[in-house]
C-alpha cells in the first residue's frame, strides 16, 4: 500500500498512540481523519497535519458510518484504518468490595474489542467497493491490542479479554476478507509512553522501564506509528499480530 495520497482513518487519533499514528501517516503523505471522542483535541491534531477531525463513538454503527462517509467525502475510500481507540481498566474479580462490577467488565469489551470489530467490519465494506490496487489489494485495518492478551496481570481480566479478543479475531477476519483484497493486522504493545503514563513521577516510570529487557525504557509512541507504516506498506503482512515491547512479559502483578 502505498502510504502517499491514500485516505487513512485513525480512531483514537486524538492521543497518545493514536496521535503519533495520524502525525506519521501525514507526514508521510496520508489523507488523515481522525474519529475521537475528544473533537477539541482531534480538531487540533488534525488542523496541525493537514487532516479532518470527526467527533463519534468506536462502538456506535451510525458514528462509525458517518466518520467513514465524512472521511471518503473529504480524501476518498480510506484505505488504511487503524484502531488505536480504546480504555485501561483496571480491578480485581474478587476485590475488597466484592465482585468486579459486570458492567465495568461489559463496558470494557464494548469499546476495546466490539468497538474495533464495529470499525473494522464498516471500513472493510467500504474498502471492498473500492477499485483494487497492486496485488488486487483494496485496504487494509491495523487494530491495537496489547501484551496483557498473552501475559494478563492480576486485575486486568476485563482488559486482558478485550485485547485477547483482537487478536482471536484477526486471523479469521484477514482469512475471509482476503477475497476482496482487504488486509488485516494487529500490534500488541507494551509498556508505552502515553497519556496514561506522563502523569507518574520519573521514578515510576524508571521503575516500570526496568523491567523491560531492551532498550530498557518505555516505548516511544513513534515506534508504534513506524509499526503501523510497515504494516500498511507490506502487502505480504496479514493476519499478523506483532509484539512490540523490548521482550518484555508482564509480572503477575
Not at 507526514?27 to 479532518?52: N, S
Not at 475471509?176 to 502515553?194: D, K, M
Amino acid at each position: 500500500m502505498e502510504i502517499n495520497g491514500t485516505s487513512a482513518l485513525v480512531t483514537g487519533g486524538a492521543s497518545g498512540l493514536g496521535e503519533a499514528t495520524a502525525r506519521m501517516l501525514a507526514a508521510q503523505g496520508a489523507k488523515v481523519a481522525i474519529l475521537d471522542r475528544t473533537p477539541d483535541r482531534a480538531q487540533t491534531v488534525a488542523a496541525e497535519i493537514g487532516g479532518i477531525a470527526l467527533s463519534g463513538d468506536v462502538t456506535s454503527e451510525s458514528d462509525v458510518t458517518a466518520a467513514i462517509a465524512a472521511a471518503t467525502a473529504a480524501h476518498g475510500t480510506p484505505r488504511i484504518v487503524v484502531n488505536c481507540a480504546g480504555i485501561g481498566t483496571a480491578g480485581r474479580v474478587l476485590g475488597r468490595d466484592g465482585p468486579l462490577p459486570l458492567d465495568a467488565f461489559q463496558r470494557t469489551i464494548s469499546v476495546n474489542l466490539v468497538g474495533t470489530f464495529n470499525v473494522l467490519r464498516l471500513a472493510a465494506a467500504a474498502m471492498a467497493e473500492a477499485e483494487p490496487l497492486a496485488d488486487g489489494e483494496r485496504g487494509v485495518v491495523i487494530n491495537t491490542a496489547s501484551v496483557a492478551a498473552f501475559d494478563g496481570q492480576i486485575g486486568q481480566a476485563a482488559y486482558a479479554a478485550s485485547k485477547g479478543g483482537i487478536v482471536a479475531m484477526s486471523l479469521p477476519v484477514a482469512r475471509e476478507l482476503a477475497r476482496v483484497g482487504v488486509r488485516v493486522n494487529v500490534i500488541a504493545p507494551g509498556i508505552f509512553l502515553t497519556p496514561l503514563l506522563y502523569g507518574l513521577p520519573e521514578e515510576a516510570q524508571k521503575a516500570l522501564a526496568a523491567d523491560i529487557p531492551f532498550p530498557a525504557r518505555l516505548g516511544d509512541p513513534a515506534e508504534f506509528a513506524e509499526t503501523v507504516c510497515f504494516m500498511a506498506r507490506n502487502r505480504y503482512v496479514n493476519g499478523e499480530c506483532l509484539r512490540l515491547d523490548g521482550a518484555t512479559r508482564l509480572k503477575a502483578r
